[in-house]
């Protein structure tokens, strides 16, 4: 699809008033409130859109480790794509201290592969591009969430999160895989991390799942200090201090 400038600059007006993007599978918390705008700018309803002693309710999706799954959203404004995560807290409810950890990376083309602007507005859309991700087969069992956070490529700096209600089923599994996974990518809510306009994130620990829909190396890493989402995999600095 090609855009001109000018055509460029009227969907960027247009999202001022459009809705966004809200996860639809698996399904999302029906409360807090799913809103599809990003977690505001000062972090206050981080995680999952909820205010400071929100209570979470939802019925938790089974789903087996070592299972494919499915995400997929609904609306249109997908903001020429960007970068998405999925990614796994067992604290109950979430907390602003809640540790998340990535089970999979989506590197440019989330949450639409291909798409330069907005796809034809229509905040109902379920049309849109769905993905699949992994449930390691080594985590823990027991109700958790799972989120899905997107920083997008075109239009405001911001971080867009939405959560689900899981319930990790099978045998076996640890804390210290768990442990071991690469820690969430938070960005553009104030935490002295940001991304460039116009660029797909490139995740500095993205895991060992991901999917990268756009060339290597149009990829741009974020910037500032980005704590552990953007911390290298522990075993990668050790390696590297005794080569
Ligand atoms: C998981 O959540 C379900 C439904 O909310 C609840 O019935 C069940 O007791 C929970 N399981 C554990 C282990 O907390």
Same mark, same amino acid.
């Given at each position: 699809?090609?855009?001109?400038?000018?055509?460029l600059?009227?969907?960027?007006?247009?999202?001022?008033? /459009?809705?966004?993007?809200?996860?639809?599978? @698996?399904?999302?918390?029906?409360?807090?409130?799913?809103?599809?705008?990003p977690?505001d700018?000062?972090?206050?309803?981080?995680?999952c859109?909820?205010?400071?002693?929100?209570?979470? *309710?939802?019925?938790?999706?089974?789903?087996?480790?070592?299972?494919? /799954? /499915?995400?997929?959203?609904?609306?249109s404004? *997908?903001?020429?794509?960007?970068s998405?995560q999925?990614?796994?807290?067992?604290?109950n409810?979430?907390?602003?201290?809640?540790?998340?950890?990535?089970?999979h990376?989506? /590197?440019?083309?989330?949450?639409a592969?291909?798409?330069?602007g907005?796809? @034809?507005?229509?905040?109902?859309?379920?049309?849109s591009?769905?993905?699949e991700?992994?449930?390691?087969?080594d985590?823990p069992?027991?109700?958790?969430?799972?989120?899905?956070?997107?920083?997008n490529?075109i239009?405001?700096?911001?971080?867009?999160?939405n959560?689900?209600p899981?319930?990790?089923?099978g045998?076996?599994g640890?804390?210290?895989?768990?442990?071991?996974?690469?820690?969430?990518?938070?960005a553009?809510?104030?935490?002295?991390?940001?991304?460039a306009?116009?660029?797909?994130?490139?995740?500095?620990? @993205?895991?060992?799942?991901?999917?990268t829909?756009?060339?290597?190396?149009?990829?741009?890493?974020p910037?500032?200090?980005?704590?552990?989402g953007?911390?290298?995999?522990?075993?990668?600095?050790?390696?590297?201090?005794?080569?």
């Amino acid at each position: 699809m090609f855009f001109t400038k000018s055509v460029l600059a009227a969907g960027g007006l247009a999202t001022l008033s /459009q809705a966004h993007m809200l996860l639809r599978t @698996p399904a999302p918390y029906t409360s807090p409130a799913l809103q599809s705008g990003p977690i505001d700018a000062s972090g206050s309803n981080f995680p999952c859109q909820a205010q400071p002693g929100a209570s979470f *309710v939802g019925t938790p999706t089974p789903m087996a480790k070592g299972s494919k /799954q /499915q995400m997929a959203f609904t609306g249109s404004a *997908v903001h020429g794509g960007g970068s998405c995560q999925v990614s796994i807290t067992y604290d109950n409810p979430p907390t602003k201290a809640s540790k998340w950890k990535v089970i999979h990376s989506i /590197q440019g083309g989330c949450p639409a592969r291909n798409t330069a602007g907005n796809l @034809p507005a229509d905040p109902n859309l379920q049309g849109s591009d769905s993905y699949e991700f992994p449930i390691p087969s080594d985590i823990p069992s027991g109700n958790a969430t799972i989120a899905w956070t997107w920083l997008n490529k075109i239009g405001n700096r911001e971080f867009y999160m939405n959560c689900a209600p899981v319930a990790i089923e099978g045998e076996g599994g640890s804390e210290s895989a768990l442990a071991g996974l690469p820690d969430m990518l938070v960005a553009n809510i104030g935490n002295g991390c940001t991304t460039a306009e116009g660029v797909d994130v490139k995740f500095p620990n @993205p895991g060992s799942s991901v999917e990268t829909n756009v060339d290597e190396g149009s990829l741009g890493a974020p910037q500032g200090s980005c704590g552990g989402g953007a911390a290298p995999a522990r075993r990668a600095r050790r390696a590297s201090f005794s080569a």
